[in-house]
């Protein structure tokens, strides 16, 4: 089992940045990749971003270039420097874990093992 704890959400004007933590435990981190989605009220999960074990990064078309996923094996913490946000980044954010490292369906919530619990972002205009 992994534990997942995300912190650093909360209220930013737009263009403001924030920066997302997510704490994991219950498992060698260093075997896990780790990703972020995001979920607004009445819309599907979305991907944001996945960082594998050799830090290999993949974003969501709606944020590369802007947002920024990293991982700190030494501290078991995956991060997500959110820059240039926008109204339509307002949503709750959530860490994921997967056992497997490569998976041509990153993109997908279902191949995710483990999630946290979410952390809220909003974005006023």
């Known amino acids: 089992q992994v534990q997942l704890v995300e912190s650093g959400g909360g209220l930013v004007q737009a263009g403001g940045s924030l920066r997302l933590s997510c704490a994991a435990s219950?498992?060698?981190?260093?075997?896990?990749?780790m990703g972020w989605f995001r979920q607004a009220p009445g819309k599907e999960r979305e991907f944001v971003a996945r960082?594998?074990?050799?830090?290999?990064?993949l974003y969501g078309d709606s944020v590369k270039g802007r947002f920024t996923i990293s991982r700190d094996n030494a501290k078991n913490t995956v991060h997500l420097q959110m820059n240039g946000l926008k109204p339509e980044d307002t949503a709750v954010y959530f860490c994921?874990?997967?056992?497997?490292?490569?998976?041509?369906?990153?993109?997908?919530?279902?191949?995710?093992?483990?999630w946290g619990q979410g952390t809220q972002v909003t974005v006023s205009s």
């Open positions: 994921a874990a997967d056992r497997d490292d490569y998976d041509s369906r990153y993109y997908n919530p279902v191949i995710y093992d483990y």
């Open positions: 219950g498992r060698t981190f260093s075997n896990l990749a």
């Open positions: 960082v594998a074990r050799n830090y290999i990064t």
